[in-house]
């Protein structure tokens, strides 16, 4: 497994101003994804963050809303930019390490409020 | 269009007893499924996971049945226990570099 830490646990943010959020893995990782959880729904995947080259995004999903940084194997960032009250959500980054069974371990996500 | 499909958002059982959390699916494309448990202010934890070609994997307490002609999987936990109490979210991964497509979770509440 890895032991996945984000910054901040959570926070709450004026409309219209940018939050970075961030996440460290204890190890190198080559797989990061980013997800979103809206009050009583499920996550949702955001983006993969690639290391070296622009992130993958997913429809519904764009870069100048949710611009990501992966400098190296261990470290990325999410910045949700621009923010309106229906970005509130819980925000998650995963790792996938290879496993033939395919499970992510997951950070213990950002909460963020938007006012 | 939801692709991964939990229809019980909550279900109670009393300690002791077998619980079953049921998801469905529409894409025949996803090649494993997966099951994670979240306490409130904590990330999902990985529980179990099953592949497509199998109908049933065990872990402990935790058994995941795959019903590939049906789309549907269901997680049994026997016997049921307080610390069980939490949210469970079922999962579909496509393979590898694919993200992961979570249903909506069904909150299981465990009464002594």
């Known amino acids: 497994s890895a032991v996945i830490s984000q910054k901040p646990s959570r926070d709450i943010c004026q409309r219209g101003t940018s939050l970075t959020i961030q996440c460290q893995v204890d190890?190198?990782?080559?797989?990061m994804f980013w997800y979103r959880q809206q009050p009583g729904q499920s996550l949702t995947l955001i983006a993969t963050a690639n290391q070296g080259s622009e992130a993958t995004y997913e429809s519904g999903f764009v870069i100048d809303k949710f611009p990501i940084s992966r400098p190296n194997l261990t470290f990325s960032t999410l910045t949700v930019s621009n923010m309106s009250p229906e970005d509130s959500s819980i925000y998650l980054c995963?790792?996938?390490?290879?496993?033939?069974?395919?499970?992510?371990?997951f950070g213990p996500g950002t909460r963020l409020t938007v006012t | 269009d939801q692709q991964v499909k939990q229809n019980s958002p909550s279900l109670s059982v009393q300690e002791g007893r077998i619980s079953i959390l049921n998801c469905d699916y529409t894409n025949s494309m996803f090649d494993y499924f997966l099951w994670y448990k979240k306490y409130p202010a904590e990330g999902p934890t990985f529980l179990i996971s099953i592949s497509s070609i199998k109908d049933k994997n065990e872990d402990g307490r935790f058994t995941v049945f795959l019903n590939k002609s049906a789309k549907h999987l269901s997680l049994h936990i026997v016997p049921s226990q307080p610390g069980d109490s939490a949210v469970y979210f079922c999962?579909?991964?496509?393979?590898?570099?694919?993200?992961?497509?979570f249903g909506k979770g069904t909150h299981l509440i465990i009464q002594p």
């Open positions: 190890s190198q990782v080559t797989m």
């Open positions: 995963s790792v996938f390490l290879g496993q033939s069974s395919y499970e992510q371990y």
């Open positions: 999962a579909a991964s496509g393979g590898g570099a694919d993200g992961l497509t």
